[in-house]
């Protein structure tokens, strides 16, 4: 009976052991299992990645086909265009071949612009002349004025005037200085012409103011030459002899002589007219015969 005890502990030892291995067989197998579950849902996960990126570059790829596609298919479609237009291109005829026809009007304008052309150029060179005449005659100094003098063509008045409220007589014009400008060198003055009174506003240094005094043909000038601070330096001039001289000078002349008794002696050679003498007229004769 002692004997059958200690088999039944040993057989029950065994069994535990057993059930302890194959419980941690079950575990070992459930956390594998377990392990190689996460270890394929991880490549799962990693697949569906290459496979959307695949998709992705194969559509690329197909885009990249259709624009080739399309490239290679418009090449020989512009070929065809262009050798098209080489075919059908009409050749260029040489100008020279085509006859002009001249308009008239268009002469008859032409004409007139070389007229006027003419004529703005006699123009400038009588503008030219009469500018270099008178740069000739204005006298910048009291020397000048004395050479302009010794000519015996115009007669000279010098003059020095202040700012002043009253007229002063130079020659045949009267002179107020109204206003001297030294920095930009003008003056604005009023004179006194023919019992008129004339304002001339901004005149400048050596600026000839040039008019007519009575019935003289020829100008009477004014010239400022020296401006200072409310004071100006100048002179006027006016033609030495007036036309009543000149008439009576060509009329004493021998040549106005000469020239007088020439119109008397055509005068005289003339034959008078029939109209100059009265004729007279005949008294119409009268009938002695009575009616009966």
């Known amino acids: 009976m002692s004997e059958q005890v200690p088999s039944t502990l040993g057989s029950a030892t065994r069994s535990r052991g057993a059930a302890v291995v194959l419980l941690i067989a079950l575990a070992a197998a459930a956390a594998y299992s377990f392990h190689e579950h996460g270890v394929a849902k991880r490549l799962a996960a990693q697949n569906n990645d290459v496979t959307t990126a695949l998709n992705g570059t194969r559509g690329q790829i197909e885009a990249l086909t259709t624009r080739l596609n399309a490239l290679s298919t418009a090449q020989p479609a512009d070929q065809a265009a262009t050798s098209a237009s080489r075919v059908y291109r009409r050749p260029v005829r040489p100008a020279s071949h085509r006859r002009r026809i001249e308009d008239p009007r268009w002469k008859k304008i032409q004409g007139q612009l070389d007229e006027q052309g003419k004529e703005i150029e006699s123009t400038r060179q009588d503008l030219a002349s009469a500018r270099t005449e008178l740069q000739g005659s204005i006298a910048r100094t009291h020397d000048e004025l004395v050479l302009l003098e010794k000519k015996g063509e115009r007669n000279y008045y010098e003059f020095d005037l202040d700012k002043a409220s009253q007229l002063q007589h130079e020659g045949p014009v009267g002179v107020r200085l109204r206003k001297a400008d030294t920095k930009h060198q003008f003056a604005d003055l009023e004179m006194l012409v023919d019992d008129f009174k004339v304002s001339k506003k901004h005149v400048n240094i050596f600026e000839p103011v ?83």
């Open 210 to 292: 040039v008019f007519y005094a009575g019935d003289g043909k020829q100008p009477v000038e004014l010239i400022i030459n020296s401006i200072s601070k409310n004071h100006i330096h100048g002179y006027v001039s006016e033609p030495k002899y007036k036309p009543a001289d000149l008439e009576a000078m060509s009329a004493n002349s021998p040549a106005g002589n000469a020239a007088t008794s020439v119109n008397a002696q055509e005068k005289s050679s003339t034959p008078t007219s029939p109209s100059d003498r009265r004729r007279r007229l005949e008294v119409p004769k009268t009938s002695d015969t009575k009616p009966n």
